[in-house]
């Protein structure tokens, strides 16, 4: 009973902050349906927590528990040597021995099993928990609330940063930010996938509102905020991003015609700058990473032997085997998952979620207005952010049950990108802001 009050209280103190604070008053969003949106996101939390309590309780596998457990063991050395608590939550001094025999080998999820060298996410989902165990007292719920939140907030700044480039859709954009299954799943735990929404939501609102003007510095500090949450989380999120947000940039700062062949030049720029960046930079080397994911994916799957493996071979090294494998990748990522409707509620709920991302592409080109009508660079940034992200999970991941977490960034964007093709006149009246 206490930990439901706990929890209550502190659902009823964002409900209030939701209330309260200017940035959530978005244009076509009333601040009452943010805050519904809200509560559902704890529901579907929620749901998770019972899933995994009820259904797999193998807690040790469970990334909504071992981030938790662990993070609970980061919290343990407050009472006793809080100098440590804070040089582990900052990361300041504490790589030694002291640390190795006290937390890290106490933890089950530190180091992981195979290490490709570059930052090891799992430390920023365990800080998190840490942190958040100040105010939680323990209760597991209590961090669902604040992942839901904080979740929350990076979609309500995506979509103020694109609500104006869909005028009349503003329901339709929140329905595509907020309501696809997979992203109210995994975007509502204690998960990365619900950080990770909050960096973007930081990062690219205020850098939206730089291509049209002047950014306070409060905005550029916010963007550096949500630049740093990405960079300690999925960092290829971000790294499938960049290469399409500069060339929108260029075009947005430059004006004029040829908007099209501008994207693709500066795309095409940003993709041989990577292509050759091993040669000043070697560990740059993309390709090599990307075989080296694929290498130790494989290897959990032959240890683990999940249900929702899809055979997939090693890709041979350099760019040709990314090549020579891009249409599994983009098989695996776009209509795999439709094989999943018979493994239970999730397998369901991703098959139709991928049955409807499949479904909007006919209607798009039903829907589509005359393409001069289209802003074609915010177009073409969604477009390749996208195939990237696709091409990367799908080279990276033949688990399905993995890969549909994996892709869960890319639902905003194949959103959008959707919804600035249709005439706003075509979509169902529900899904269009009225005219005042």
């Given at each position: 009973?206490?930990?439901?009050?706990?929890?209550c209280?502190?659902?009823a103190l964002?409900?209030y902050?939701?209330?309260r604070?200017r940035f959530?008053?978005a244009?076509?969003?009333r601040?009452?349906t943010?805050?519904?949106?809200f509560?559902?996101?704890v529901?579907a939390?929620?749901?998770?927590?019972?899933i995994?309590?009820?259904?797999?309780?193998?807690r040790?596998t469970?990334?909504?528990f071992?981030?938790?457990?662990?993070?609970n063991v980061?919290?343990?050395a407050?009472?006793h040597?809080p100098?440590?608590?804070?040089?582990?939550?900052?990361?300041?001094?504490?790589?030694?021995?002291?640390?190795d025999?006290?937390?890290?080998t106490?933890?089950n999820?530190?180091?992981?099993?195979?290490?490709t060298?570059?930052?090891?996410?799992?430390?920023t989902?365990?800080?998190?928990?840490?942190?958040?165990?100040l105010?939680?007292?323990g209760?597991?719920h209590?961090?669902?609330?604040?992942a839901?939140?904080l979740s929350l907030t990076?979609l309500?700044?995506?979509?103020?940063?694109f609500a104006?480039?869909v005028?009349g859709?503003?329901r339709?954009?929140?329905a595509?930010?907020?309501?696809w299954?997979?992203?109210?799943i995994w975007?509502?735990?204690?998960?990365k996938e619900t950080l990770?929404f909050?960096?973007l939501?930081?990062?690219l609102l205020?850098?939206v509102r730089r291509?049209?003007g002047?950014?306070?510095?409060t905005?550029w500090?916010w963007?550096?905020l949500?630049?740093l949450?990405?960079?300690s989380?999925?960092?290829?999120?971000?790294?499938?991003?960049?290469?399409g947000?500069?060339?929108?940039?260029?075009?947005r700062?430059?004006?004029?015609?040829?908007a099209v062949?501008k994207?693709?030049?500066?795309?095409?720029?940003?993709?041989l700058?990577v292509?050759?960046?091993?040669l000043?930079?070697?560990a740059l080397?993309?390709?090599?990473l990307?075989?080296?994911?694929?290498?130790?994916?494989?290897?959990?799957?032959?240890a683990?032997?999940?249900?929702?493996y899809?055979p997939?071979?090693?890709?041979?090294?350099g760019?040709g085997?990314?090549l020579r494998?891009?249409p599994h990748a983009?098989y695996?990522?776009?209509?795999a998952?439709?094989?999943?409707w018979?493994?239970?509620?999730?397998?369901?709920?991703?098959?139709?979620?991928?049955?409807?991302?499949?479904a909007?592409v006919p209607?798009a080109?039903?829907?589509?207005?005359?393409?001069?009508?289209m802003?074609r660079?915010?177009?073409?940034?969604c477009l390749?952010?996208c195939?990237?992200?696709?091409?990367?999970?799908?080279?990276?991941t033949?688990?399905i049950?993995?890969?549909l977490?994996y892709?869960?960034?890319?639902l905003?964007?194949?959103s959008?990108?959707?919804l600035l093709?249709?005439?706003?006149?075509r979509?169902?009246?529900l899904?269009?802001t009225p005219s005042?």
């Amino acid at each position: 009973m206490p930990g439901l009050v706990l929890t209550c209280g502190y659902i009823a103190l964002f409900l209030y902050l939701i209330g309260r604070l200017r940035f959530f008053s978005a244009p076509g969003l009333r601040r009452r349906t943010i805050g519904w949106l809200f509560l559902l996101k704890v529901a579907a939390g929620t749901a998770l927590w019972w899933i995994y309590t009820h259904h797999y309780p193998d807690r040790s596998t469970a990334d909504i528990f071992k981030f938790f457990d662990d993070g609970n063991v980061m919290f343990g050395a407050l009472p006793h040597h809080p100098a440590d608590y804070l040089r582990m939550l900052l990361g300041l001094g504490n790589d030694t021995p002291h640390f190795d025999a006290h937390y890290y080998t106490v933890m089950n999820h530190w180091y992981r099993r195979y290490d490709t060298g570059y930052y090891n996410d799992a430390h920023t989902m365990i800080r998190f928990n840490a942190l958040v165990r100040l105010f939680s007292f323990g209760v597991y719920h209590v961090h669902t609330v604040f992942a839901a939140f904080l979740s929350l907030t990076g979609l309500v700044a995506l979509y103020k940063a694109f609500a104006a480039y869909v005028p009349g859709l503003g329901r339709a954009l929140a329905a595509g930010l907020f309501l696809w299954p997979s992203t109210l799943i995994w975007g509502s735990a204690p998960l990365k996938e619900t950080l990770l929404f909050f960096g973007l939501g930081l990062f690219l609102l205020p850098v939206v509102r730089r291509m049209g003007g002047k950014l306070p510095w409060t905005g550029w500090a916010w963007m550096l905020l949500g630049l740093l949450v990405q960079l300690s989380l999925k960092s290829y999120v971000l790294a499938c991003m960049l290469p399409g947000l500069a060339a929108l940039w260029w075009c947005r700062r430059t004006g004029g015609r040829r908007a099209v062949p501008k994207f693709i030049t500066a795309y095409g720029l940003a993709l041989l700058a990577v292509v050759l960046a091993p040669l000043l930079f070697p560990a740059l080397d993309v390709a090599a990473l990307i075989r080296q994911k694929q290498h130790d994916m494989l290897g959990v799957v032959a240890a683990m032997a999940p249900g929702s493996y899809i055979p997939t071979s090693l890709m041979q090294p350099g760019w040709g085997g990314l090549l020579r494998q891009a249409p599994h990748a983009l098989y695996l990522s776009l209509i795999a998952p439709l094989a999943t409707w018979n493994t239970g509620l999730l397998g369901l709920l991703g098959a139709l979620e991928n049955l409807a991302l499949l479904a909007l592409v006919p209607l798009a080109a039903w829907w589509a207005r005359p393409w001069k009508e289209m802003d074609r660079p915010l177009l073409l940034y969604c477009l390749t952010f996208c195939l990237a992200l696709g091409l990367l999970v799908g080279w990276t991941t033949p688990v399905i049950g993995a890969l549909l977490r994996y892709r869960v960034p890319l639902l905003p964007f194949y959103s959008l990108a959707f919804l600035l093709v249709v005439r706003p006149q075509r979509m169902p009246g529900l899904l269009r802001t009225p005219s005042k």
